[in-house]
T-cell receptor
């Protein structure tokens, strides 16, 4: 399977804990994106990378959120001091280049108790 | 401010008939549009896209129509099949800006 993969698929945590999600994009895709989807809504853009450079961050991405793509391959999204409002599906997507189709992974469903 | 709107939360269509899903947008800067399909517990799957220089794009059973003056696009699926039952999202972007802006989705149910 050469699609986008995400790990873990599900995460339950207590409020105040830190969580980290991983995304492995399609091989040779330079662009990597993070989105968040809550119930009844479409995915909302969080941030994206061109290789290892983080080029844009949404205002949805508070200072408790940090994303990295250290070697321009996989990416991690960390949420510190989780809040119940962080409960959502976190989606990763990748594309070969600018203005190319974004292909999504299966997502990580986060539940903060 | 919902820049991409899918006003029908759900739609039921008989198998073999045409399914028409609609999407409206407010941002006139959008120039690239996509449709994604999503099954429960999976990520969105790309279906078809259209650039603003076209008014129609076709791929097998799927056709997307774009009406720029009305800021409206639609996805036609014909003939509809049971496997088409899913949530469909319309998305839009602006050339030079990487983020996709999604609608809230339409749940399509194909009735056998």
């Amino acid at each position: 399977d050469t699609g986008v993969s995400q790990d873990p698929r599900h995460k339950i945590t207590k409020r105040g804990q830190n969580v980290t999600f991983r995304c492995d994009p399609i091989s040779e895709h330079n662009r990597l994106y993070w989105y968040r989807q809550t119930l009844g809504q479409g995915p909302e853009f969080l941030t994206y990378f061109q290789n290892e450079a983080q080029l844009e961050k949404s205002r949805l991405l508070s200072d408790r959120f940090s994303a990295e793509r250290p070697k321009g391959s996989f990416s991690t999204l960390e949420i510190q001091r989780t809040e119940q409002g962080d409960s959502a599906m976190y989606l990763c997507a990748s594309s070969r280049d600018s203005q190319e189709t974004q292909y999504f992974g299966p997502g990580t469903r986060l539940l903060v108790l | 401010d919902q820049q991409v709107k899918q006003n029908s939360p759900s739609l039921s269509v008989q198998e073999g008939r045409i399914s028409i899903l609609n999407c409206d947008y407010t941002n006139s800067m959008f120039d690239y549009f996509l449709w994604y399909k999503k099954y429960p517990a999976e990520g969105p799957t790309f279906l078809i896209s259209i650039s603003s220089i076209k008014d129609k794009n076709e791929d097998g059973r799927f056709t997307v129509f774009l009406n720029k003056s009305a800021k409206h696009l639609s996805l036609h699926i014909v003939p509809s099949q049971p496997g088409d039952s899913a949530v469909y999202f319309c998305a839009a972007s602006v050339t030079g800006n990487e983020k996709l802006t999604f609608g809230t989705g339409t749940r399509l149910t194909i009735i056998p």
